[in-house]
């Protein structure tokens, strides 16, 4: 897709996302076990990389867990690379840079300006399981930035290996919205907003809008400076008032992406 061109995917209504029936089981795992898993990279590498790091290359992956004593993680990169990820109860033990905290001194990443991904979002408690996601992203430069889905995000997380009873979800979708060029005289009126579509496993659409929106592909870097300009404190206060959002069903389906 050309680096100027609007996504199509912002053009079309998601397909449908059925339940599975009857719903899985969450999965347990034993006490200890191993595996051998493929791990994406993260992201392209910095061109100023000073360190080799797996975060940016194919690697294949032996994992060893043992419950309350270890998880062990052994890294062969496409490069011919190796390296070693060890957590205990007690530290972490890596032997990179890149495991430590901070990036190590490598330079903030910067996202492609139009992409889609389909990640696994990580569970925030034990009872949960991973979600899987769909993300479609697309960001236009101020000089060509001339309609909403110029700059749009959509998120959409499927809870279908968790709990099926019938008010809690069954898919989440975030559309975001980033906000328009300072310089653009008539901007769209939602831009710099997103909106909250829930849909529980009855069927039943719950919307709710707030001020945020997306940001830049360029953003980690900005931030970076911004924090640096004003202080931790500062830049904690700056985006505390995002997370608020109104009672759900306070705006219809109805605004949705032609």
Known sequence: MAENSVAPAFRLNPPPVSPLSPSPQQPILPSSWQATAILHPFSPPPTDAQDPSPFYELCIANVSYAQDNFLSVQLLGASGRMWWYIVTPFQTMPDIPAFSFGNGGLQL??????????????????????LPTQVLYHWTADPLYAEL?????????????????????QTDTALMFGS??????????????????????????TCAMDPGGIVGPGRASARRADHDRRGAGGAAAGGAGLRARPAAGRYSSRLRLR
């Open 109 to 130: 990443f910067v996202w492609n300006s139009n992409f889609g991904m389909s990640p696994m979002m990580t569970p925030v408690n034990a009872s949960s399981n991973p």
């Open 180 to 205: 328009a060029p300072a310089t653009m005289p008539n901007p769209p009126a939602l831009a710099g907003h997103w909106f909250d579509y829930t849909v529980d496993n009855a069927g039943t659409m």
């Open 149 to 169: 889905p110029d700059r749009a995000q959509r998120t959409t997380m499927s809870y279908a290996f968790n709990s099926s009873a019938p008010t809690d979800p």
